[in-house]
């Protein structure tokens, strides 16, 4: 059977360049960055020298830089350090967040008695930024507006620029989940105002278990994770050098492709949207996700009630397709998309796929799947 991997916002496969990058740090690398002798400093050079590479991509200062395990941990680490160090005791954000976002702002709500509220979405999923104004007009409490970038499931995006320049008027801190975005979009950490943002490295070629949280320099912010003194405070346990070389050698390739990689990726998402308007009459695409100014990397597709549509996804597996009815934030769990509840998109009659492409998806792998998709919602004959 011909295999088509199309469920890279969930993760991507590593690139051979940081394979082997991360294979030689294995073989050579063995000491403890934290230890005073030679193998020791030799992993600590690694270390720096990655946080030093990945500061100069987005034109911020090293020290900015707390390695993490991901973009789960970077999120919780800004949100609770901005109720701990920052003082904030309300949160704006949204039911369309990432379930680390949602539960990390629930916990702080719950352990905390912080105040929770949720911004409003506009028909086409946006964030409504009148409504976002007026939430933070209404109390001079300090407030963290936490909002992802790209939303890993419908693309919709926030301008973050715009989002800063509406957040420092009423003197808000903002974190944004950058996961989806970081790697394939350029930002100039110099130029933007915030205070949060998160990456993740397998959404981007690099290895599993390895990201990083950026914090503003003007923040001062307790670590989350105690024990040692790594990561200036930030994060105790010994860094997991490996990763960490493996994230900066991605974060370089995304960097030094990035245009080319983008206009391949668009190609792809045209034929593939294009494709399933022909090959099944009525679809649409939950919050726009076939628009140019959509998260380009995210195609979430709504399919007319067919017989087939609750069991879509598996029966697009066992045809070699991979691709999801969501995030894959819940561990395989199918209790249906929160984002789409939140959003107003979900119609529980008709199934909604997200397929989503990375630098490696070729056309072959889009006629594939459109191929399989034709079979798997093909028309049903009526009885006479």
């Not at 890993?152 to 926030?158: A, P, R, T």
């Not at 001062?220 to 960490?244: D, F, K, S």
């Amino acid at each position: 059977m011909t295999h088509a991997y199309l469920d890279n916002a969930a993760t991507t496969p590593v690139a051979p360049e940081v394979v082997q990058a991360m294979m030689e740090v294995y073989q050579t690398v063995h000491g403890n960055p934290s230890s005073t002798h030679a193998p020791g400093r030799k992993a600590k050079a690694l270390v720096e020298t990655s946080r030093r590479s990945i500061a100069s991509h987005l034109g911020c200062p090293p020290r900015t830089i707390c390695f993490t395990s991901g973009g789960t941990e970077a999120d919780n680490h800004a949100i609770q350090a901005a109720v701990a160090s920052l003082g904030v005791r309300r949160i704006i954000t949204s039911a369309a967040e990432h379930s680390a976002v949602v539960k990390a702002s629930s916990a702080a709500g719950e352990s905390q008695h912080v105040d929770v509220v949720h911004v409003q979405h506009l028909p086409d999923g946006q964030v409504d930024f009148a409504d976002l104004e007026r939430l933070l007009k209404e109390t001079d409490t300090p407030t963290l507006v936490s909002l992802m970038h790209a939303n890993n499931e419908v693309g919709v995006m926030v301008d973050l620029a715009r989002l800063s320049a509406v957040c420092r008027a009423q003197g808000a801190w903002i974190h944004s989940d950058t996961v989806q975005s970081m790697g394939h979009y350029p930002l100039d950490l110099g130029t933007m105002d915030v205070d949060f943002l998160t990456c993740s490295a397998h959404k981007f070629h690099g290895p599993k278990g390895a990201g990083f949280l950026y914090v503003n320099p003007t923040l001062r912010i307790h670590g989350m994770i105690v024990g040692g003194g790594q990561e200036r405070m930030l994060r105790g346990g010994t860094e997991n050098v490996a990763g960490i070389v493996g994230l900066a050698k991605a974060f370089d390739l995304a960097f030094e492709h990035m245009a080319e990689h983008e206009a391949h990726i668009r190609a792809l998402k045209r034929r593939m949207a294009e494709g399933l308007k022909g090959c099944v009459p009525g679809v649409v695409f939950n919050g726009e996700s076939d628009r140019e100014d959509r998260l380009y990397t995210v195609l979430n597709a709504k399919f007319p009630n067919h017989p087939n549509g609750g069991m879509a996804v598996f029966l697009l597996d066992l045809e070699g397709i991979a691709c999801s009815g969501g995030s894959a934030c819940s561990s395989g769990a199918t209790l249906g998309s929160h984002v789409l509840r939140a959003l107003g998109f979900h119609e529980p009659d008709k199934a909604s796929i997200r397929f989503s492409f990375s630098r490696y998806t070729t056309e072959s792998d889009i006629d594939r799947a459109l191929e399989a998709v034709g079979k798997v919602f093909a028309s049903v004959e009526q009885p006479a």
